[in-house]
């Protein structure tokens, strides 16, 4: 069983709206939880994280919101641009365990011009 | 430039060859993990490394093996190349932070 799930395979969006993406986890032991975003023939590249101790984390563009009771967390991106379209992960992590991450399956995000 | 360097980039295998992927970092991080990438499933890991010398299970580490001589590299290798071995592999690195992974560019492999 994925612990990990994104359940939304693709979202595509207009150029200057909002994106958001969804990501729900099953272990409520996890800790941390981050973003990346991954662009075809490269290799992902770390976005945006959140501790388990908050519910919101900002940086420019990007904010992720983690809900601890429904866990759930998500990732809004505003405005979009063009240069966003891309794959999202989102990760979760036991830091006590060797900062191993378990990824979700993954967004394709399309900004449409 | 600083960063995590995999070797090859692509490669085909005939079922039952085998091959080691070289991983290389030069950011003296002591974690280094190996990562495939299967169409729908996000990235799942095969083994991992805190430091020298150390190797451990992932999540899917069957038919891979790896070795950790060097700080700098970790070494993934399919000892008998299947066709579901077929995937993108990436090798990734951190150091004792929790500000996420520096990944290398991916090895894709198709196993035929």
């Known amino acids: 069983d994925q612990q990990v799930k994104q359940n939304s395979p693709s979202l595509s969006v207009q150029e200057g709206r909002i994106s958001i993406l969804n990501c729900d986890y099953t272990n409520s032991m996890f800790d941390y939880f981050l973003w990346y975003k991954k662009y075809p023939a490269e290799g992902p590249t770390f976005l945006i994280s959140?501790?388990?101790?908050?519910d919101k984390n900002e940086d420019g563009r990007f904010t992720v919101f983690l809900n601890k009771s429904a866990k759930h967390l998500s990732l809004h991106i505003v405005p979009s641009q063009p240069g966003d379209s891309a794959v999202y992960f989102c990760?979760?992590?036991?830091?006590?365990?060797?900062?191993?991450?378990?990824f979700g399956g993954g967004t394709r995000v399309l900004v449409k011009p | 430039n600083a960063g995590v360097t995999q070797t090859p980039k692509f490669r085909v295998l005939k079922t039952g060859q085998s091959m080691t992927l070289l991983c290389a970092q030069d950011?003296?991080?002591?974690?280094m993990y190996w990562y495939r990438q299967d169409p729908g499933m996000g990235l799942r890991l095969i083994h991992y490394s805190v430091g020298e010398g150390t190797t451990a299970k992932g999540e899917v580490p069957d038919g891979y093996n790896v070795s950790r001589l060097k700080k700098q590299n970790f070494l993934l290798g399919l000892e008998s190349a299947a066709p579901s071995q077929t995937s993108v592999y990436f090798c990734?690195?951190?150091?004792?932070?929790?500000?996420?992974?520096?990944f290398g560019s991916g090895t894709r492999l198709t196993v035929v």
């Open positions: 959140i501790s388990s101790i908050k």
């Open positions: 990734a690195s951190t150091d004792h932070s929790f500000y996420g992974y520096t």
């Open positions: 990760a979760a992590s036991l830091t006590t365990a060797g900062n191993k991450l378990t």
């Open positions: 950011m003296n991080h002591e974690y």
